[in-house]
């Protein structure tokens, strides 16, 4: 039987999964990838409030994910 934290943390934990593997699967599509991103699940294990690690990334790959969220925009602006 789990403690209560992680009872009452599953959605939270079931969130930040889902969110980094979308994210994941969204930049992947796009020629992009972070690929030392993780959940920091230590941190939620303690505090109950789970975060995305997105790591280390070359000056490259985060100039592509800027270059993109640059385009999401526009488009979003023009909507």
């Known amino acids: 039987m789990g403690s209560v934290l992680t009872r009452v943390t599953e959605e939270q934990r079931r ?28 941190y939620g294990r303690m505090t109950g409030s789970y975060l995305i690690d997105l790591g280390c990334a070359s000056p490259d790959r985060i100039a592509r ?10 488009f979003e602006q023009q909507a």
Not at 65 to 74: E, V, Y
């Open 15 to 42: 969130a930040a999964a889902y969110a980094l593997e979308d994210l994941l699967a969204v930049l992947v599509l796009a020629g992009a990838d972070l690929p030392n991103a993780e959940i920091d699940w230590h």
């Open 65 to 74: 994910i800027t270059d993109l969220l640059r385009k999401g925009l526009r």
